[in-house]
């Protein structure tokens, strides 16, 4: 990272949110690289449609560059457009809606990269309420993940990348088109050209507000549409992650129930969001929405076409 001419590059896709990516460009900007690496941002409108273009032309910065993409194309698809364009010997990978915590978030992953071929690193919430302590706490579980091996427990909202390597693998796999998946099947595929590393102090701020039935039409959605892919790649993967428990193809006297289940998910998911609202003990909330979770994905895989199955 000593040549003069060195690039780190961010990459950052955006749908229908160009605010936020615009305040996630203004701390990007101020960010301090080592002497000698000059700083690129590529922003990637992914077929908002709406105000985002509009915003993001109002950054005027010659290190900020805006792709339009002419149709949504989901994440995967636009992270990889985005890394095509760019041209740093480094690619960092942030979320519209997330900022580093330090001004030193860029410097300290490109020192990681300096033995490893890729980094990544925690994501907190933004407050002091409970999503963020449970974000906080999924994030402190996929560290422990990473140092027992692990590798693909990292979070592709928060994650730096050589290019050469990037591009090796083919990048993000598009045929993740849906929510889920995408960070673990990549992080996976890199361990296989070298070493993940984690990288405590380069943290990023997730400024989502976070709700039960958000959270769970997610995990409903990515056991419908993504976890066939990932089971069919990674099996032991997803098998070491809990994942094949939940999966109700595997279980296929219970699918009608999950399939009935997933009627009520709305409600239970809504009831859950108000048990978060009350004054009760972290643990019960935190139990409630594991649960919910859980029963989410379950009902989701359930939703699958049954040509998905993912084998045993």
């Known amino acids: 990272m000593s040549d003069a ?3 780190a590059s961010v990459v950052v896709p955006v749908y229908r949110d160009g605010l936020r990516a615009a305040e996630a460009v203004a ?14 941002i590529v922003v990637v409108d ?25 149709e949504n194309v989901g994440r995967s698809a636009a992270r990889n457009a985005g890394a095509a364009a760019a041209s740093g010997t480094t690619v960092v990978f942030m979320d519209c809606d997330c900022i580093p915590t330090r001004d030193d978030f860029l410097a300290t992953h490109l020192r990681a990269l300096t033995d490893a071929v ?14 963020s302590r449970y974000q906080g706490d999924a994030s402190q579980r996929r560290k422990r993940q990473h140092v027992g091996g692990m590798a693909y427990s990292g979070s592709s909202q928060n994650l730096a990348v050589r290019t050469e390597a990037f591009r090796a693998i083919g990048g993000f796999d598009t045929g993740y088109r849906q929510y889920g998946f995408e960070d673990r099947d990549v992080l996976l595929r890199l ?20 709700r039960m039935r958000e959270v769970a039409r997610k995990m409903a959605e990515a056991g419908q549409h993504s976890s066939a ?14 994942y094949g428990r939940l999966d109700a193809r595997r279980h296929g006297a219970l699918r009608p129930l999950a399939r009935l289940a997933g009627k009520f998910l709305p409600l239970i998911a809504g009831a859950v969001d108000g048990l978060i609202a009350l004054p009760l003990p972290y ?8 649960g919910t979770t859980a029963l989410a994905y379950w009902c989701g895989t359930a939703s699958a076409d049954d040509a998905s199955a993912p084998k045993r």
Do not use: K, N
């Open 191 to 210: 361990a296989c050209v070298g070493r993940v590393a984690w990288t405590e102090e380069a943290t990023v701020r997730h400024r989502d507000v976070l």
């Open 229 to 242: 892919r990932f089971a069919s790649m990674h099996p032991e993967a997803y098998g070491a992650l809990g």
């Open 5 to 7: 001419s060195a690039i």
């Open 118 to 131: 890729a980094s990544t690193g925690l994501v907190i919430g933004a407050d002091e309420g409970f999503w």
């Open 27 to 40: 701390a990007l900007l101020v960010q301090a690289t080592p002497p000698g690496v000059a700083l690129e």
């Open 46 to 70: 992914d077929g908002s449609g709406d105000d985002t273009a509009e915003r993001l032309a109002r950054i005027v910065d010659a290190r900020v560059r805006v792709i339009a993409l002419p």
């Open 283 to 290: 643990a019960l909330q935190a139990w409630a929405v594991r």
